[in-house]
């Protein structure tokens, strides 16, 4: 079946660093890939989303490029602040289908 | 402001009561969507619904129930046969059912004493 997979946290990093968060994804045909932040107590909020392959998401400072041949979307920033402070997942959409499959998710901690 | 509201952010019953969680959306969309979430996991679907009045269920229907009588709620009522109800409670909405983008409100955790 369809499923995502992302790197394991936590992961903590200063501020003004680089970040990447590894994800990876199984599904047959080529879903539409998120990436959704959590912020403490508070719901999913959609950072960046690719609907097919070689398509580069960017928000925020964040980006992701949707790579077919090696089911990856990974997500980058170049210099992380306070404020990005959150948990992270990946999640990936069927083609032709309404459930969104969720990674575990990674909580990122920034320290100033 | 347009968005989606989840009543109330935080619940507390007694094991063996039924209790319903609150989601209501001005969007205008018709997909609506509730998911559990567990510490240290992902979301999984609990049930959806493209339309009014109609529902499928998700990878985790058992113990729950849900209607759509208006396009802008999405009940969810938490039976007592549900094993472990104590979680967190999102909804979601979309434009529609074969529109990629869902859009969450801000969740309910439910504590089950």
């Known amino acids: 079946g369809d499923s995502v997979t992302q790197m394991e946290g936590p992961v903590t990093l200063s501020e003004e660093a680089f970040l990447t968060i590894n994800c990876t994804y199984t599904?047959?045909?080529?879903?539409?890939l998120f990436w959704y932040v959590q912020y403490p107590g508070e719901g999913l909020q959609l950072l960046l989303k690719?609907?097919?392959?070689?398509d580069k998401g960017s928000n925020k400072g964040f980006e992701a490029t949707y790579r077919k041949e090696t089911t990856s979307f990974h997500l980058e920033k170049g210099s992380v602040q306070v404020s990005d402070s959150a948990v992270y997942f990946c999640?990936?959409?069927?083609?032709?289908?309404?459930?969104?499959?969720f990674g575990q998710g990674t909580r990122l901690t920034i320290n100033p | 402001d347009g968005g989606i509201t989840q009543s109330p952010k935080y619940l507390f019953r007694k094991e063996g009561q039924n209790v319903t969680l609150s989601c209501e959306q001005n969007?205008?969309?018709?997909?609506m969507y509730w998911y559990r979430q567990d510490p240290g996991q992902g979301l999984r679907l609990i049930y959806y619904?493209?339309?009014?009045?109609?529902?499928q269920k998700g990878d985790i229907a058992e113990g729950y129930s849900v209607s759509r009588e208006k396009k802008e709620s999405f009940p969810l009522t938490v039976t007592s046969a549900q094993k472990n109800p104590t979680a967190f409670y999102l909804c979601?909405?979309?434009?529609?059912?074969?529109?990629?983008?869902?859009?969450f409100g801000p969740g309910t955790r439910l504590t089950v004493l």
């Open positions: 979601a909405s979309s434009r529609d059912g074969a529109t990629d983008t869902q859009y």
């Open positions: 599904a047959t045909g080529y879903p539409s």
């Open positions: 690719a609907t097919k392959a070689d």
């Open positions: 999640a990936l959409m069927p083609r032709r289908a309404q459930k969104l499959v």
């Open positions: 969007l205008n969309h018709d997909a």
């Open positions: 619904s493209q339309i009014v009045n109609d529902f």
